[in-house]
């Protein structure tokens, strides 16, 4: 059977992602035991080194004839004969040791080199090699110093063969693993492209499986998730809205043509023509301030308005809205009092807060008893500020309270009003880092929000 198209690019994903970490996990594994393998043969050679310059200092403090006794002695208690010890006279000629002669081409002072040797007391060996050191003495002979490099040969062949034992494994454990992490790293990213491919397609209900303790890669799905969670709920809003537009404008649009309609087939005089064009202009207006107030709301639920924040003063924005709306409460016979008992200010655009503010007084003018009470109180409450706006009708439902901030709802279908008042506020609001907030009980409608102290 043959593979579909989309199964080799994601096999050769998987066989690439695979290859590179593999690569990546044997490169690691044969540096670490090249490392390994330096460190363990300079080991030897550094303490050989050290006890060369011990050696060295030891046998410069003696004096001549000490010297010869106690290089005897250094040799009697190597047990293991593994140790060289030799004195020199100028001319090269052996004072005492176990070295038939110094090796050819010996630097004096060098800090330790590997050369050939004759020893003497080595029962049927006549030459060996040796890491050796040679320094000068105060009278003026050589003392040559040295190491049995067999040993040393013997344990770095164990750690090389301990190394190539261990190493094939972990070649191979490393390319296991390095083929495990590639294919799951392919398929989490075959199931990110599958997921954007049926989001593309319309299906916006999809989502990225997360575990319970998330890697890396859960955290990401998470927070794909929330992306596609808030891409969700604005193409559903934007849905909403055409809906509630086409909906709120059908109704207006038909009256409008029919008037106009009428007014065309039955003109009459002047008089009768002028009525039709003043209603039809009137339904119009009404019909650019939904257009308006929704293009405002979507500004505002955008934060498009942020860039023209400034320090705002409540106490002034508080007392301002209660005087722009005091001449309309006098002429319906309401009672507007403005009570401001603590000062702040806020960073925001004050013509946006005012106008939210200007909502909640005009609803309350609007909603509550004729000839009764509108309150405007300014206050301060464990740290945030609060504007509450209170009549003394009944307020709202509470099982309408989050349907009154939903575009074109209106509770009470007898008041003019297109139902956008609480959408524009609560949109103000949030842009403000402002609650709306509604009483328990009553009809207190409050903005709360934090705010400096003037």
């Given at each position: ?85 030799a004195l020199f006279a100028r001319d090269g000629s052996l004072i005492a040791g176990n070295v038939a002669a110094l090796p050819a081409a010996t630097a004096v002072g060098a800090v330790s080199f590997v050369a050939p040797l004759r020893p003497t007391e080595l029962p049927g060996k006549n ?55 590639g294919r799951r790293a392919a398929q989490q990213v075959d199931a990110v492209r599958s997921l954007t491919e049926r989001i593309v397609a319309g299906d916006l209900a999809q989502r990225l499986p997360v575990g319970d303790n998330p890697d890396s890669f859960g955290q990401l799905c998470a ?40 007014g065309l087939r039955d003109p009459g005089d002047r008089a009768s023509v002028e009525a039709t064009a003043d209603a039809a202009l009137a339904e119009i207006d009404q019909l650019l301030g939904i257009v308006a107030a929704l293009l405002r709301i979507r500004e505002l639920e955008d934060h ?151």
């Open positions: 059977m043959s593979s579909t198209p989309s199964a080799d690019p994601r096999r050769r994903a998987t066989w690439r992602w695979g290859g590179a970490i593999a690569s990546l996990l044997v490169a690691q594994s044969i540096v670490v035991a090249g490392l390994f393998w330096l460190l363990a043969s300079g080991a030897h050679r550094r303490e050989s080194e050290r006890s060369f310059e011990q050696d060295c200092r030891a046998f410069a403090q003696l004096a001549g004839t000490l010297r010869r006794s106690e290089l005897r002695e250094a040799l009697t208690r190597d047990v293991h004969r593994n140790r060289f010890l030459s060996d090699v040796a890491r050796l050191a040679v320094c000068a003495m105060p009278d003026g002979t050589r003392l040559l110093t040295g190491v049995d490099l067999d040993d040393s040969e013997e344990a770095l062949r164990v750690v090389e063969q301990s190394l190539l034992f261990g190493l094939l494994p972990g070649l191979l454990f490393a390319i296991g693993i390095g083929l495990f992490a927070h794909i998730n929330a992306m596609l969670d808030r891409l969700e709920t604005l193409v559903l809003d934007v849905r909403g809205v055409g809906d509630d537009i086409a909906h709120q404008l059908r109704t207006p649009l038909t009256r409008l043509r029919a008037r106009i309609e009428r498009a308005r942020r860039s023209r924040f400034a320090t705002v003063d409540l106490a002034r924005l508080v007392r301002d809205a209660c005087d722009l709306h005091r001449p309309t409460a006098e002429d319906r016979g309401i009672h507007l009092t403005c009570d401001v008992r603590s000062d702040g200010v806020v960073e925001g655009d004050a013509s946006l807060l005012i106008e939210a503010l200007s909502n909640l007084i005009d609803n309350a003018m609007k909603f509550g008893p004729p000839g009764g009470r509108v309150t405007v109180t300014l206050d301060r409450e464990r740290g945030c500020m609060g504007i509450a706006v209170a009549d003394d009708g009944r307020g709202v439902p509470v099982g309408e309270r989050a349907l009154v901030t939903q575009r074109f709802y209106r509770g009470r279908h007898d008041c003019e009003g297109a139902g956008l008042g609480l959408s524009l506020v609560k949109a103000i609001a949030e842009l403000h880092g402002f609650t709306l907030r509604f009483a328990d009980t009553g009809s207190v409608v409050s903005l709360i929000g934090p705010a400096r102290a003037v």
